[in-house]
Protein backbone atom coordinates (compact mmCIF):
# COMPACT_ATOMS: atom_id res chain seq x y z
CA UNK A 1 0.00 0.00 0.00
CA UNK A 2 1.41 3.22 -1.32
CA UNK A 3 1.77 6.00 1.46
CA UNK A 4 -0.72 7.50 -0.92
CA UNK A 5 -3.27 5.40 -0.15
CA UNK A 6 -2.86 6.16 3.39
CA UNK A 7 -3.12 9.59 2.93
CA UNK A 8 -6.26 9.97 1.09
CA UNK A 9 -7.95 7.63 3.66
CA UNK A 10 -7.14 9.63 6.33
CA UNK A 11 -8.82 12.30 3.89
CA UNK A 12 -11.88 10.14 4.02
CA UNK A 13 -12.37 9.51 7.35
CA UNK A 14 -11.76 13.33 8.21
CA UNK A 15 -14.43 14.46 5.92
CA UNK A 16 -17.09 11.43 5.92
CA UNK A 17 -16.41 8.63 8.32
CA UNK A 18 -16.29 11.35 11.29
CA UNK A 19 -18.08 14.19 9.50
CA UNK A 20 -20.92 11.59 9.81
CA UNK A 21 -20.79 10.79 13.29
CA UNK A 22 -19.53 13.94 14.85
CA UNK A 23 -21.63 13.42 18.25
CA UNK A 24 -20.01 9.61 18.75
CA UNK A 25 -16.63 11.41 18.54
CA UNK A 26 -17.12 14.15 20.76
CA UNK A 27 -18.07 11.40 23.45
CA UNK A 28 -15.48 9.55 23.15
CA UNK A 29 -13.34 12.56 23.72
CA UNK A 30 -14.80 13.08 27.31
CA UNK A 31 -13.47 9.20 28.47
CA UNK A 32 -12.78 5.85 28.06
CA UNK A 33 -14.23 3.21 29.63
CA UNK A 34 -13.26 0.12 27.97
CA UNK A 35 -14.35 -3.55 29.74
CA UNK A 36 -11.79 -5.70 28.06
CA UNK A 37 -8.07 -5.81 27.57
CA UNK A 38 -7.47 -7.20 24.37
CA UNK A 39 -3.61 -8.55 23.97
CA UNK A 40 -2.97 -9.75 20.11
CA UNK A 41 0.26 -9.97 18.29
CA UNK A 42 1.29 -6.78 16.12
CA UNK A 43 0.36 -9.03 12.73
CA UNK A 44 -1.47 -6.55 10.36
CA UNK A 45 -3.58 -9.21 9.72
CA UNK A 46 -4.96 -9.04 12.61
CA UNK A 47 -7.68 -6.13 13.43
CA UNK A 48 -9.24 -6.74 17.16
CA UNK A 49 -12.00 -4.61 16.18
CA UNK A 50 -12.82 -6.00 13.32
CA UNK A 51 -13.05 -9.51 14.60
CA UNK A 52 -15.01 -8.19 17.66
CA UNK A 53 -17.23 -6.13 15.71
CA UNK A 54 -16.59 -3.11 18.61
CA UNK A 55 -16.07 0.51 18.22
CA UNK A 56 -13.48 3.18 19.39
CA UNK A 57 -13.66 2.67 23.11
CA UNK A 58 -14.67 -0.28 23.82
CA UNK A 59 -11.42 -2.23 23.54
CA UNK A 60 -8.15 -1.29 25.36
CA UNK A 61 -5.45 -2.88 23.29
CA UNK A 62 -2.04 -3.96 23.92
CA UNK A 63 0.09 -5.24 20.81
CA UNK A 64 3.11 -6.58 20.37
CA UNK A 65 5.28 -9.27 18.38
CA UNK A 66 3.99 -12.41 19.50
CA UNK A 67 1.23 -11.09 22.32
CA UNK A 68 3.75 -11.82 24.80
CA UNK A 69 3.22 -10.48 28.71
CA UNK A 70 6.43 -10.62 30.48
CA UNK A 71 5.86 -11.79 33.81
CA UNK A 72 6.39 -9.15 36.24
CA UNK A 73 9.13 -8.15 38.12
CA UNK A 74 9.61 -5.86 40.87
CA UNK A 75 11.95 -3.71 38.91
CA UNK A 76 9.00 -2.90 36.30
CA UNK A 77 9.99 -1.27 33.13
CA UNK A 78 8.01 -2.09 29.73
CA UNK A 79 5.02 -1.32 28.33
CA UNK A 80 3.26 -4.23 28.82
CA UNK A 81 3.64 -4.19 32.48
CA UNK A 82 2.43 -0.38 32.21
CA UNK A 83 -0.40 -0.99 30.28
CA UNK A 84 -1.57 -4.31 32.55
CA UNK A 85 -1.97 -2.20 35.51
CA UNK A 86 -3.33 0.78 34.05
CA UNK A 87 -5.99 -1.59 31.98
CA UNK A 88 -7.17 -2.99 35.98
CA UNK A 89 -6.46 0.00 37.95
CA UNK A 90 -7.05 2.81 36.41
CA UNK A 91 -10.05 1.41 34.33
CA UNK A 92 -11.08 -1.51 36.31
CA UNK A 93 -11.64 -3.85 33.04
CA UNK A 94 -13.37 -7.42 33.33
CA UNK A 95 -11.79 -9.13 31.11
CA UNK A 96 -8.62 -10.13 29.52
CA UNK A 97 -7.78 -11.70 26.25
CA UNK A 98 -4.92 -13.14 24.74
CA UNK A 99 -5.26 -13.93 21.48
CA UNK A 100 -2.53 -15.61 19.55
CA UNK A 101 -3.00 -16.39 15.81
CA UNK A 102 -2.40 -18.43 12.74
CA UNK A 103 0.94 -18.04 10.93
CA UNK A 104 2.50 -16.25 13.37
CA UNK A 105 5.79 -15.23 12.44
CA UNK A 106 6.81 -14.48 15.84
CA UNK A 107 6.18 -17.98 17.19
CA UNK A 108 7.59 -19.31 13.58
CA UNK A 109 10.91 -17.72 15.23
CA UNK A 110 10.48 -19.33 18.19
CA UNK A 111 10.80 -22.76 17.06
CA UNK A 112 13.39 -21.72 14.52
CA UNK A 113 15.06 -19.69 16.03
CA UNK A 114 17.73 -19.74 12.94
CA UNK A 115 15.12 -17.10 11.37
CA UNK A 116 16.21 -14.57 14.01
CA UNK A 117 20.58 -14.85 13.11
CA UNK A 118 19.80 -10.91 11.91
CA UNK A 119 16.77 -9.67 14.61
CA UNK A 120 18.65 -10.31 18.30
CA UNK A 121 16.19 -7.91 19.58
CA UNK A 122 13.08 -10.25 18.62
CA UNK A 123 14.80 -13.40 19.71
CA UNK A 124 15.69 -11.33 22.83
CA UNK A 125 11.95 -10.41 23.33
CA UNK A 126 11.02 -14.06 22.68
CA UNK A 127 12.46 -15.46 25.64
CA UNK A 128 9.54 -14.03 27.67
CA UNK A 129 8.43 -17.51 25.91
CA UNK A 130 11.06 -19.78 26.81
CA UNK A 131 8.00 -21.87 28.25
CA UNK A 132 6.48 -22.78 25.45
CA UNK A 133 9.25 -23.23 23.43
CA UNK A 134 10.21 -25.96 26.13
CA UNK A 135 7.04 -27.36 26.53
CA UNK A 136 7.08 -27.61 22.68
CA UNK A 137 10.55 -28.90 22.54
CA UNK A 138 9.97 -31.90 25.35
CA UNK A 139 6.50 -32.69 24.39
CA UNK A 140 5.75 -32.35 20.59
CA UNK A 141 9.46 -32.89 19.66
CA UNK A 142 8.36 -35.51 16.94
CA UNK A 143 5.59 -33.28 15.39
CA UNK A 144 5.36 -32.02 11.83
CA UNK A 145 6.64 -28.51 11.37
CA UNK A 146 3.30 -27.06 10.72
CA UNK A 147 1.42 -28.71 13.19
CA UNK A 148 4.53 -27.58 15.88
CA UNK A 149 3.59 -23.67 14.77
CA UNK A 150 0.17 -24.63 15.87
CA UNK A 151 0.43 -25.84 18.87
CA UNK A 152 3.20 -22.98 19.49
CA UNK A 153 0.57 -20.40 18.76
CA UNK A 154 -2.41 -22.07 20.97
CA UNK A 155 1.20 -23.13 24.46
CA UNK A 156 1.94 -19.76 24.09
CA UNK A 157 -1.10 -18.18 24.82
CA UNK A 158 -1.44 -20.45 27.66
CA UNK A 159 2.11 -19.18 28.53
CA UNK A 160 1.03 -15.68 28.19
CA UNK A 161 -2.24 -16.21 30.81
CA UNK A 162 0.22 -17.69 32.91
CA UNK A 163 2.45 -14.88 32.83
CA UNK A 164 -0.18 -12.58 33.44
CA UNK A 165 -1.43 -13.84 36.68
CA UNK A 166 2.19 -13.02 37.87
CA UNK A 167 1.19 -9.25 37.99
CA UNK A 168 -0.04 -7.97 41.24
CA UNK A 169 -3.02 -6.22 39.86
CA UNK A 170 -4.58 -9.15 37.75
CA UNK A 171 -3.66 -11.73 40.70
CA UNK A 172 -6.21 -8.98 43.03
CA UNK A 173 -8.44 -8.72 40.44
CA UNK A 174 -8.57 -12.44 40.57
CA UNK A 175 -8.92 -13.08 43.95
CA UNK A 176 -11.58 -9.98 44.15
CA UNK A 177 -13.68 -12.10 41.58
CA UNK A 178 -13.56 -9.05 39.56
CA UNK A 179 -11.90 -10.18 36.61
CA UNK A 180 -11.88 -13.11 34.24
CA UNK A 181 -9.08 -14.47 31.87
CA UNK A 182 -9.67 -15.84 28.31
CA UNK A 183 -7.33 -17.80 25.56
CA UNK A 184 -8.31 -17.17 22.32
CA UNK A 185 -6.33 -18.22 18.82
CA UNK A 186 -7.41 -16.14 15.46
CA UNK A 187 -7.61 -18.89 12.33
CA UNK A 188 -6.66 -16.03 9.61
CA UNK A 189 -8.11 -18.08 6.63
CA UNK A 190 -11.48 -19.23 8.30
CA UNK A 191 -11.92 -15.90 9.87
CA UNK A 192 -13.00 -18.24 13.53
CA UNK A 193 -11.95 -17.55 17.01
CA UNK A 194 -11.33 -20.67 19.15
CA UNK A 195 -10.81 -20.46 22.89
CA UNK A 196 -9.44 -22.26 25.48
CA UNK A 197 -12.25 -24.87 27.10
CA UNK A 198 -10.75 -25.81 30.65
CA UNK A 199 -13.38 -29.04 30.01
CA UNK A 200 -11.60 -30.59 27.43
CA UNK A 201 -7.99 -28.85 27.80
CA UNK A 202 -8.32 -27.68 24.52
CA UNK A 203 -9.44 -24.56 21.86
CA UNK A 204 -12.61 -25.26 20.63
CA UNK A 205 -14.95 -22.78 18.54
CA UNK A 206 -15.74 -19.35 20.72
CA UNK A 207 -19.63 -19.46 21.51
CA UNK A 208 -21.42 -16.57 23.00
CA UNK A 209 -21.36 -18.22 25.77
CA UNK A 210 -18.16 -18.63 26.65
CA UNK A 211 -17.91 -14.77 27.52
CA UNK A 212 -21.08 -14.53 29.96
CA UNK A 213 -20.34 -13.72 33.35
CA UNK A 214 -21.62 -17.16 34.60
CA UNK A 215 -17.84 -18.01 32.88
CA UNK A 216 -16.24 -15.84 35.27
CA UNK A 217 -13.75 -17.62 37.13
CA UNK A 218 -11.79 -16.61 40.64
CA UNK A 219 -8.33 -17.47 41.36
CA UNK A 220 -9.28 -20.22 43.91
CA UNK A 221 -10.68 -21.99 41.43
CA UNK A 222 -7.42 -22.45 38.73
CA UNK A 223 -6.80 -26.21 37.77
CA UNK A 224 -2.62 -25.67 37.77
CA UNK A 225 -2.87 -28.88 35.31
CA UNK A 226 -1.04 -30.15 32.91
CA UNK A 227 -1.58 -28.35 29.04
CA UNK A 228 -2.57 -25.54 31.05
CA UNK A 229 -1.79 -24.38 33.81
CA UNK A 230 -4.53 -21.89 33.54
CA UNK A 231 -7.69 -22.98 34.26
CA UNK A 232 -9.89 -19.58 35.21
CA UNK A 233 -10.52 -18.70 31.33
CA UNK A 234 -12.58 -19.46 28.91
ZN1 LIG B 1 2.01 -12.91 15.24
Not at 24 to 41: D, H, Y
Not at 81 to 106: D, P, R
Request: glycine residues 8%; proline residues 4%.
Amino acid sequence: MAIQQLLSGVRHFEGHVYAAQREFFKKLAEGQSPETLFVTCSDSRIDPNLICQTQPGELFILRNAGNIIPAYTPQGGGGEIASIEFAITGLAVKHIIVCGHSHCGAMGGLIEPKQLSEMPAVADWLKHSEATRRILELKYKKMSKSNRLDIAIQENVLTQIENLQTHPSVSAALAMGQLSLHAWTYQIEEGRVYAYDTAVEQFVPLKEADMSEKKTHTRGQEARSAKSKVGNLT
